[in-house]
C-alpha cells in the first residue's frame, strides 16, 4: 500500500518487495530492483519509509552502483599497477598503507553517494506531496554509528542536520 502510486519515477521502472525480517534495512539495484525488510517498515511511519525508499531510488537514479564497481575496479587496479612497479612505492602499495588508501577512497566516495542520495529522498518526498521532515525524522530513527574516516556512510545525526538546514 505504502509503495503502491510509486511504480515509476523519474522514469525509472521500480519493482518492489518486502523481505519479512527484524532487520532494518533497505536497498535498490541498478535495474530498479527496491527491497525493504519489514524490521524498517516497524521502524517508521509511512513518510519516514518512503523518504528512505526515495533514497533508495536516489542510488538507483545517480547510478551509485555502477559508480561504486568503477572505483573499486579502478582503485585496486592503480594498487596493482603501483605495487607492480615495486620499489618502495611497490612495497606500501602492496601492504596494509595500500589497503588502506583503496579503504579510504572508496569510502570518501560511498559517503558522496549517500549525500546525494538523501537529497534525492528528501526531493522524492516534496515532490510526491509528503512532509520533507519526515526526512530527518527516519534518519534519526535509523541512528547508529555511521560517520568517521572510514565509514561508507555519513552520521546519521550529521546527515539529519543537513537535511534539516535544507529545509
Known amino acids: 500500500k505504502v509503495f503502491g502510486k510509486h511504480q515509476n519515477d523519474n522514469g525509472l521502472a521500480l519493482n518492489y518487495k518486502v523481505y519479512l525480517t527484524e532487520d532494518v534495512n533497505a536497498f535498490a539495484m541498478a535495474d ?92 522524492f518526498l516534496k515532490r510526491n506531496g509528503y512532509s520533507p521532515k519526515a526526512a530527518p525524522s527516519a534518519l534519526r530513527k535509523l541512528g547508529g554509528g555511521g560517520g568517521g574516516f572510514l565509514s561508507s556512510h555519513p552520521g546519521s545525526e550529521e546527515r539529519a542536520k543537513r537535511l534539516e538546514g535544507m529545509l
Open 32 to 123: 530498479g530492483t527496491v527491497r525493504v525488510y519489514s524490521g524498517l517498515m516497524d521502524l517508521m511511519n509511512d513518510e519516514e519509509l518512503l523518504f528512505v525508499i526515495g533514497h533508495e531510488i536516489g542510488h538507483v537514479y545517480n547510478g551509485h552502483s555502477k559508480e561504486k564497481l568503477r572505483t573499486a575496479y579502478g582503485t585496486a587496479a592503480l594498487r596493482a599497477g603501483v605495487s607492480a612497479a615495486g620499489g618502495t612505492a611497490g612495497a606500501l602499495a602492496a601492504g596494509q598503507l595500500g589497503q588502506l588508501g583503496e579503504a579510504v577512497v572508496n569510502a570518501q566516495f560511498s559517503q558522496a553517494e549517500e549525500r546525494q542520495a538523501d537529497e534525492y529522498g528528501l526531493q
